[in-house]
């Protein structure tokens, strides 16, 4: 697999604002926010992308959702908010490892664009 921004950000060789990390994941702001609150959050097992979850194991796939939901109670976002997985070409994933965005502090639209 091919060495990512991401990897780096895990292995801190580059700085990122973290607002949450366990033993399963890290959660760090967007650089690039799409709303008030935009927030990565990334497993510690690498998978290319939500369409290679696959490889990991379903009990470290789990402990990762739970840590997505982890990190979204930590923000507070408590009127609600977004998880979205962009997936390949079509998906505009530009990041090739595993990442939730979590999105809120304002109203979504849908559909999604
Ligand atoms: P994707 O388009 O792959 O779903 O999302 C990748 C996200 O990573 C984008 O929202 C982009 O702004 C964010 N990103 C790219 N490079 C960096 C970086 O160096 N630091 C942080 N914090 N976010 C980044």
Known sequence: MEDTIFDKILRKEIPSDVVYEDDDV?????????????????PKSKAAGFDRLQSLSPEVVGRYMQGVARAAEKLGLGEGYRVVFNVG?????????????????????????
Do not use: E, K
Request: charged share 10%.
């Open 26 to 42: 890290l959660a760090f702001r967007d650089i690039n926010p799409q709303a008030p609150t935009h927030v990565v959050v990334i």
């Open 89 to 113: 070409r079509h998906g505009l994933q530009t990041v090739a490892y595993v990442h939730a965005h979590l999105l809120g502090g304002r109203m979504m639209g849908w559909p999604p664009g």
